[in-house]
């Protein structure tokens, strides 16, 4: 019997509970500064509040101060092993597909993947480097609906090889017998080689390529 759902249902009931206690938390945080506030406001100039009294309550405030850092942080670390991080790791030394346009050219050669929703009667592309600057426009080879691969030659309209070890991008064009547009998805293929967490964002490198884990559309053995 599968447990995946079981997992998945008790990770989402630990999220919301932790969603939950967390603005729980901040409501009364900010409640309780507003209650401080109102106290030194009105207090009895002949008679101010104990200064214990003060102290006790500004420890308290900074107590609750930490347990909102200390929830947004444990918050970080169940979201990274939910399906972040550690499943992404599994993903190393597979091949995968995943959305995205660039290539890097190496020994003259950079592929590229798209995906065509529907048969097309003319489709083009156009390669162009990190300044998108076009350095090659044509015809593309895969008309069919479905998975396409496109293998530029490194070289531009006037024949001349490009340097390896830069990125390229490559937007598709198509239409249809109708001569209506065809929106094809261009995708990234390639060895997973490392798996990095930025700005609470699990990026895979895919090749040359850094794509987020969440653009992951097909993995191979």
């Given amino acids: 019997m599968s447990t995946a759902g079981v997992g998945t249902t008790t990770s989402t009931a630990a999220q919301a509970t932790l969603n939950s206690g967390l603005s729980s938390i901040a409501n009364n945080y900010t409640s309780f500064l507003q209650l401080l506030t109102t106290q030194l406001q009105n207090q009895d100039p002949l008679s101010p509040m104990d200064t214990d009294q ?38 190393i030394g597979k091949t995968v597909s995943a959305n995205g346009s660039t290539s890097m050219l190496q020994n003259n050669s950079a592929t590229f993947a798209y995906n065509l929703p529907a048969q097309a009667a003319k489709i083009t592309g156009a390669v162009t480097d990190s300044n998108n600057n076009v350095i090659w426009s044509g015809p593309l080879p895969g008309a069919a609906a479905g998975a396409q691969t496109f293998t530029w030659d490194g070289e531009n309209a006037a024949g001349q ?15 249809n017998a109708a001569g209506q547009a065809i929106t094809p998805t261009t995708t ?7 798996v990095q967490q930025v700005n609470g964002q699990t990026l895979i490198t895919v090749g040359s390529d850094q794509v987020p884990l969440s653009s992951v559309t097909g993995v191979t053995g």
């Fill in 161 to 175: 090889a490009q340097t390896n070890g830069n990125l390229y991008t490559l937007t598709v064009t198509a239409t």
């Fill in 188 to 194: 990234v293929q390639g060895t997973v080689s490392a």
């Fill in 54 to 91: 003060f102290t006790q309550q500004i420890t308290e405030m900074t107590g609750v101060q930490q347990q909102l850092l200390s929830n947004q942080l444990l918050q970080q670390l169940v979201n990274q092993s939910q399906g972040g991080v550690t499943n992404a790791v599994d993903l």
